[in-house]
């Protein structure tokens, strides 16, 4: 007989997303069989986040418009999908963050070929070293430096697991 896998409350946020406990069953597992968080399905998502330059955006951090990050979220990977080729002010730069500012993609500038339309990945980003670890519920958050932007919109993507708090 099989047995039922829990995989653990969810953070507040993201189990109210998903109306709370997540259960299943697997025939090869016994009752006694403790799935998370010592092993097994890990709670996971996709966060995706809109950033809107279209009508300008100063320099300053700002939030994109989407879903947040549960606290204790190992952030595995992130691409960015530009609708339309961000520009502005001489110098003007973006960055892309999690954690800190900047910690998935440092300031580059708008000309450069990652803030422009088109897939692109933010960062060599998807080994050990560019794993990101969430210590609250948090946003993707944009930063614009040096001169305001003019225009641009992109689709923020970070693949994530939540792991015990």
């Known amino acids: 007989m099989g047995g039922e896998i829990k995989t653990g409350q969810l953070p507040a946020g993201f189990a109210a997303a998903l109306g ?25 998502g996709v966060a995706h986040g809109v950033f809107d330059a279209t009508a300008g955006k100063a320099v300053g951090v700002y939030d994109t418009v989407g879903v947040g990050i549960p ?13 339309a ?31 422009q339309a088109g897939v692109k990945n933010t960062a060599a980003n998807w080994g050990v070293a560019g794993v990101k670890e969430t210590t609250a519920m948090r946003a993707l958050r944009m930063e614009v430096t040096v001169n305001p932007l003019t225009g641009g919109i992109a689709d923020v993507f970070a693949f994530f697991v939540v792991m015990a708090g």
Do not use: K, M
């Open 20 to 44: 709370g406990e997540i259960t299943g069953t697997n025939p090869a597992l016994s009752a006694a069989s403790v799935v998370y968080p010592q092993v097994g399905l890990l709670p996971h």
């Open 71 to 83: 606290d204790n979220a190992l952030i595995i990977g992130c691409f960015v999908r530009v609708r």
């Open 85 to 115: 080729n961000f520009t502005g002010g001489a110098g003007a730069a973006l960055s892309l963050g999690i954690e800190a500012l900047g910690d998935l993609r440092g300031a580059t500038v708008v000309t450069d070929p990652v803030w």
